[in-house]
């Protein structure tokens, strides 16, 4: 006698649960889609944060958008493929058992963050692009 079908959702061995997918925004231009930037995942306590610092060794100092200073440590992912600069807006995910470190996940190009900062979904304690792209100059004063 063949086995009952077997209903969604019911226990498997060697199964697992689904993980969330990843949160992301859909940048369009032009009426066409051009990509997708990840956010921080908050259900892993990922946050937003920009680089204060660059220390040497994979290291970085970084404000993160709750005002808590940390030094984080470039994953071994993204040592050789992405340089950080100072004024970066990274995402990272800080360590449950040392409250003043942190790993960075993903850093943003400043057009990324420009886009990010125009659409209000960057927190307003770490948003320093909101100005960047269309700073009106000030005349001359005249004496």
């Not at 937003?48 to 958008?65: D, H, K, P």
């Amino acid at each position: 006698m063949p086995d009952p079908p077997e209903e969604p959702g019911s226990s498997h061995e060697g199964s697992t649960t689904p993980e969330t997918p990843t949160p992301t925004v859909v940048v369009v231009e032009g009426g066409q889609e051009v990509g997708r930037l990840p956010l921080p995942r908050r259900s892993r306590g990922e946050v937003f944060a920009i680089a204060n610092q660059l220390l040497g060794a994979a290291r970085i100092r970084v404000m993160c958008e709750d005002s808590v200073p940390r030094m984080g440590r470039i994953t071994g992912k993204m040592k050789k493929k992405m340089w950080i600069r100072e004024g970066d807006l990274l995402i990272v995910r800080p360590w449950g058992f040392q409250e003043g470190k942190a790993d960075i996940l993903f850093r943003y190009s400043r057009t990324q963050s420009m886009y990010l900062s125009r659409r209000n979904l960057l927190p307003s304690s770490i948003d320093l692009f909101q100005g960047a792209e269309s700073a009106p100059e000030s005349p001359p004063a005249t004496s």
